[in-house]
């Protein structure tokens, strides 16, 4: 079965750097998101892209963030000038179609630990 | 807003028991309720959703749930746990004013299957 994969699967940073997070999705699938889950609390939504744009965001995605698919297979998201607040888990997640009928498929995610 | 709520931390029960994990529901409209699972190191799985229809529906690994709009309830059920069943299982809830593809999720329960 088809799998969004990402990596690295853990990324240490000192406090200010940037840190890029890649992911690949499902290769079928339009719709791509980011959410995080900091250690022990909920996991949250961070933003939502298609077609090339960011269709959504929560207030979370400030102009810290970033998202950008640079070819045909990779969705990145960029952390600029980390904060140690921003460790956290990080999943990326594709989904098929539009609309409420499409389950998002999750990655394995990215364990992001600032300094 | 929309939210979600699962009152229990963890659920403990013993091989061969039916188990419930609990999930209530607030949305503006009609929701459309999912049940995601994650294991240790792992991203969220989907294990089932309900759009419309019949308020019982069945999903993967023997997991059913039932939609109850009068209580906004929507229970994560099985009649047999199996000790591979031990993970954290979250509640997730999208409505037709979440936005674009927002999912929200609730804090999650951890159950625990005891041999």
């Known amino acids: 079965e088809p799998e969004v994969t990402q990596t690295p699967s853990h990324q240490v940073t000192q406090m200010g750097q940037e840190v890029i997070l890649r992911c690949v999705p499902i290769?079928?699938?339009?719709?791509f998101y980011w959410y995080r889950q900091i250690l022990g609390q909920k996991v949250e939504f961070l933003v939502s892209f298609y077609n090339n744009e960011i269709s959504e965001k929560s207030e979370i995605f400030d102009d810290q963030f970033s998202v950008e698919r640079p070819d045909g297979s990779n969705f990145t998201l960029k952390i600029r000038s980390t904060k140690l607040e921003d460790s956290a888990m990080y999943f990326c997640a594709s989904s098929e179609r539009e609309g409420h009928n499409s389950p998002l498929h999750f990655g394995n995610g990215t364990r992001l630990t600032v300094t | 807003a929309q939210s979600v709520a699962q009152p229990e931390d963890q659920v403990n029960v013993a091989e061969g028991n039916p188990l419930t994990v609990k999930c209530t529901y607030s949305?503006?409209?009609?929701?459309?309720l999912f049940w995601y699972v994650q294991y240790p190191n792992r991203g969220l799985q989907f294990l089932l959703k309900?759009?419309?229809?019949?308020?019982l529906v069945k999903g993967s690994y023997g997991f059913e749930a039932e939609f109850n709009k009068s209580q906004t309830s929507f229970h994560l059920k099985k009649p047999s746990a199996l000790v591979s069943d031990s993970a954290l299982y979250f509640c997730a809830v999208r409505g037709p004013n979440t936005g674009f593809q927002k999912l929200v999720f609730g804090t999650g329960t951890r159950l625990l299957v005891s041999p």
């Open positions: 309900y759009i419309t229809g019949d308020n």
């Open positions: 949305v503006s409209g009609n929701p459309y």
């Open positions: 290769s079928n699938h339009l719709y």
